[in-house]
Protein backbone atom coordinates (compact mmCIF):
# COMPACT_ATOMS: atom_id res chain seq x y z
CA UNK A 1 0.00 0.00 0.00
CA UNK A 2 1.25 3.81 -1.17
CA UNK A 3 2.11 5.66 1.99
CA UNK A 4 3.29 8.44 0.19
CA UNK A 5 1.60 11.95 0.79
CA UNK A 6 1.93 15.29 -0.82
CA UNK A 7 1.62 18.59 1.77
CA UNK A 8 1.74 22.05 0.79
CA UNK A 9 0.26 24.16 3.46
CA UNK A 10 -0.21 23.82 7.35
CA UNK A 11 -4.34 23.38 6.66
CA UNK A 12 -3.39 20.30 5.03
CA UNK A 13 -1.36 18.95 8.29
CA UNK A 14 -4.10 20.46 10.74
CA UNK A 15 -7.07 18.59 8.90
CA UNK A 16 -4.56 14.78 8.34
CA UNK A 17 -3.69 15.27 12.26
CA UNK A 18 -7.31 15.58 13.17
CA UNK A 19 -8.57 12.67 11.28
CA UNK A 20 -5.63 10.91 12.97
CA UNK A 21 -7.05 12.09 16.63
CA UNK A 22 -10.58 11.28 16.01
CA UNK A 23 -9.91 8.03 14.56
CA UNK A 24 -8.08 7.04 17.22
CA UNK A 25 -10.70 8.40 19.76
CA UNK A 26 -13.01 6.32 18.45
CA UNK A 27 -11.41 3.00 17.52
CA UNK A 28 -9.73 3.11 21.00
CA UNK A 29 -12.95 3.62 22.88
CA UNK A 30 -14.33 0.88 20.83
CA UNK A 31 -11.41 -1.79 21.81
CA UNK A 32 -12.13 -0.36 25.54
CA UNK A 33 -15.59 -2.02 25.45
CA UNK A 34 -14.65 -5.35 24.96
CA UNK A 35 -15.15 -6.94 28.13
CA UNK A 36 -12.35 -8.23 30.84
CA UNK A 37 -8.89 -6.95 30.96
CA UNK A 38 -7.64 -10.15 30.04
CA UNK A 39 -9.86 -10.33 27.01
CA UNK A 40 -8.34 -7.06 25.93
CA UNK A 41 -5.14 -8.15 26.19
CA UNK A 42 -5.39 -10.86 24.47
CA UNK A 43 -7.13 -8.68 21.89
CA UNK A 44 -4.32 -6.34 21.89
CA UNK A 45 -1.75 -9.11 21.59
CA UNK A 46 -3.08 -11.50 19.21
CA UNK A 47 -5.72 -9.83 17.11
CA UNK A 48 -6.35 -7.17 13.97
CA UNK A 49 -8.23 -5.50 16.38
CA UNK A 50 -6.00 -1.71 15.78
CA UNK A 51 -6.65 0.38 13.43
CA UNK A 52 -4.79 2.31 10.88
CA UNK A 53 -6.05 5.93 11.81
CA UNK A 54 -4.79 7.60 8.64
CA UNK A 55 -5.33 4.94 5.73
CA UNK A 56 -8.40 3.63 7.24
CA UNK A 57 -7.29 -0.57 7.24
CA UNK A 58 -7.35 -3.00 10.65
CA UNK A 59 -3.69 -3.87 12.22
CA UNK A 60 -3.07 -5.32 15.42
CA UNK A 61 -3.15 -2.46 18.30
CA UNK A 62 0.85 -2.41 18.86
CA UNK A 63 1.13 -1.69 15.46
CA UNK A 64 -1.29 0.99 15.76
CA UNK A 65 -0.07 2.66 18.74
CA UNK A 66 3.25 3.00 16.82
CA UNK A 67 2.13 4.45 13.56
CA UNK A 68 -0.50 7.18 15.12
CA UNK A 69 2.76 8.57 17.19
CA UNK A 70 5.23 8.24 13.87
CA UNK A 71 2.18 9.85 11.95
CA UNK A 72 2.18 12.80 14.33
CA UNK A 73 5.50 13.26 14.78
CA UNK A 74 5.79 13.36 10.99
CA UNK A 75 2.97 15.86 10.70
CA UNK A 76 4.55 17.94 13.41
CA UNK A 77 7.65 17.82 11.70
CA UNK A 78 5.86 18.81 8.27
CA UNK A 79 4.43 21.72 9.88
CA UNK A 80 7.93 22.55 11.09
CA UNK A 81 9.45 22.75 7.51
CA UNK A 82 6.21 24.21 6.38
CA UNK A 83 6.92 27.30 8.73
CA UNK A 84 10.48 27.45 7.41
CA UNK A 85 9.84 26.92 3.83
CA UNK A 86 6.55 28.45 3.31
CA UNK A 87 6.65 27.94 -0.59
CA UNK A 88 7.54 24.37 -0.63
CA UNK A 89 5.85 21.39 -1.20
CA UNK A 90 6.92 18.12 0.50
CA UNK A 91 6.37 14.63 0.23
CA UNK A 92 5.56 12.38 3.45
CA UNK A 93 6.08 8.77 3.21
CA UNK A 94 3.85 7.70 6.30
CA UNK A 95 4.83 4.35 8.22
CA UNK A 96 7.03 1.60 6.91
CA UNK A 97 6.76 3.15 2.88
CA UNK A 98 10.59 3.23 1.54
CA UNK A 99 12.61 6.68 0.68
CA UNK A 100 12.83 9.93 3.63
CA UNK A 101 10.43 10.05 5.74
CA UNK A 102 9.92 14.10 4.09
CA UNK A 103 11.24 15.18 1.11
CA UNK A 104 11.22 18.10 -0.80
CA UNK A 105 9.72 17.68 -4.19
CA UNK A 106 13.33 18.90 -5.48
CA UNK A 107 14.92 16.67 -3.28
CA UNK A 108 17.26 19.40 -1.43
CA UNK A 109 15.61 19.05 1.65
CA UNK A 110 15.77 15.68 3.44
CA UNK A 111 13.66 14.53 6.85
CA UNK A 112 13.58 11.36 9.05
CA UNK A 113 11.05 11.55 11.78
CA UNK A 114 10.74 9.40 14.78
CA UNK A 115 8.73 8.79 18.32
CA UNK A 116 10.88 6.48 20.86
CA UNK A 117 10.72 6.37 24.53
CA UNK A 118 14.48 7.65 24.50
CA UNK A 119 16.45 9.13 21.70
CA UNK A 120 19.06 6.62 22.12
CA UNK A 121 16.33 3.66 21.88
CA UNK A 122 17.34 1.21 19.29
CA UNK A 123 20.13 3.84 18.09
CA UNK A 124 17.46 5.01 16.20
CA UNK A 125 18.69 8.91 16.33
CA UNK A 126 22.57 7.87 14.93
CA UNK A 127 20.93 5.76 12.43
CA UNK A 128 18.65 8.53 11.11
CA UNK A 129 21.54 10.92 11.28
CA UNK A 130 23.87 9.09 9.63
CA UNK A 131 21.17 7.88 6.42
CA UNK A 132 20.86 11.17 6.06
CA UNK A 133 24.77 12.26 6.32
CA UNK A 134 25.41 9.59 3.19
CA UNK A 135 22.70 11.70 0.96
CA UNK A 136 25.23 14.22 -0.74
CA UNK A 137 22.38 15.56 -2.97
CA UNK A 138 20.39 17.21 -0.19
CA UNK A 139 21.29 20.64 0.91
CA UNK A 140 19.49 21.18 4.44
CA UNK A 141 19.10 17.76 6.22
CA UNK A 142 17.15 17.49 9.59
CA UNK A 143 15.49 14.49 12.41
CA UNK A 144 12.87 15.39 13.72
CA UNK A 145 11.77 13.20 16.80
CA UNK A 146 9.42 13.00 19.90
CA UNK A 147 10.88 10.93 23.14
CA UNK A 148 9.57 11.43 26.85
CA UNK A 149 13.36 10.58 27.76
CA UNK A 150 15.64 13.79 26.29
CA UNK A 151 19.13 11.86 27.29
CA UNK A 152 20.36 15.74 26.16
CA UNK A 153 23.83 14.59 26.72
CA UNK A 154 23.61 11.95 23.81
CA UNK A 155 21.66 14.10 21.57
CA UNK A 156 24.72 16.41 21.92
CA UNK A 157 27.57 14.18 21.21
CA UNK A 158 25.52 13.53 17.85
CA UNK A 159 24.95 17.08 17.02
CA UNK A 160 28.45 17.49 17.98
CA UNK A 161 29.74 15.14 15.54
CA UNK A 162 27.22 15.36 12.62
CA UNK A 163 26.86 19.02 12.15
CA UNK A 164 25.15 18.95 8.79
CA UNK A 165 22.00 17.34 10.31
CA UNK A 166 19.65 19.78 12.44
CA UNK A 167 18.46 17.72 15.26
CA UNK A 168 15.06 18.94 16.44
CA UNK A 169 13.53 17.32 19.66
CA UNK A 170 10.02 18.29 19.41
CA UNK A 171 8.11 19.04 22.82
CA UNK A 172 4.44 18.33 21.96
CA UNK A 173 3.01 16.27 18.62
CA UNK A 174 0.18 19.55 18.32
CA UNK A 175 -2.47 17.42 19.59
Known amino acids: MNKRMIFSNIEQVKSCR??????????????LNIGTGLELL??????Q??????????????????????YLVSLAALE???????NRS??????????Y????????????CFAATAPDSNYK??????????NQLSTKKYVIYYAE????????NIRNKYKEVEIISLSSLGI
Not at 90 to 99: H, Q, R
Open 90 to 99: FSVNFGTSPG
Open 125 to 134: LKKDVERLVN
Open 101 to 112: DIESEDGSIICE
Open 80 to 86: HLLTLYP
Open 18 to 31: EKIVRITNEKVKEL
Open 49 to 70: NGYDPLFEKPLNFIEQTNQTFT
Open 149 to 156: IQKEKHVD
Open 42 to 47: RQVKFT
